[in-house]
């Protein structure tokens, strides 16, 4: 018969307290955008005035083809070109990338760096509402 030994989790060591701090600041951040159809989208866009259209693909992916009014800055450039490109927190930001999953990243990261206005709209692959080529 075999000797069974549990050991405890009850103290966090500080490698697990960053993890769930990194966790929740990622939640927090993802609560501060909101997720809209390419509906809404375009609704948006024919109603508001003052609003960025962001692209976070590459700039290959953008000269391909992207939507008419749309600024690039790559997901990866969000944390150092945003301050710069996106001088207003407060503006209405409307985010999207091929598929959907770099906007959402990205748009979170827009949300942590306090940009209040962020809505995610998914990927211009399901985008019916035409694109131009540089």
Not at 34 to 39: G, K, L, R
Not at 50 to 55: P, Q
Not at 68 to 95: F, M, R, W
Request: with cysteine; charged share 25%.
């Amino acid at each position: 018969m075999g000797i069974l030994t549990a050991t405890g989790c009850n103290e966090p060591t500080d490698t697990n307290t960053e993890k769930i701090d990194t966790i929740e600041s990622v939640t927090e951040a993802a609560d501060a955008y909101v997720q809209i159809t390419h509906e809404e989208a375009k609704a948006l866009m024919n109603n508001e005035e003052n609003y960025i259209i962001l692209d976070v693909r590459t700039a290959e992916e953008f000269n391909e083809a992207h939507i008419d009014g749309a600024i690039l800055i790559p997901d990866y450039e969000i944390s150092e070109k945003a301050a710069e490109i996106l001088t207003d927190k407060n503006q209405l930001i409307l985010v999207y990338c091929r598929s959907g999953r770099r906007s959402k990243l990205a748009s979170a990261e827009l949300a942590e760096m306090g940009y209040t206005n962020v809505k995610e709209f998914g990927g211009i692959i399901d985008w019916n509402y035409g694109t131009i080529t540089e």
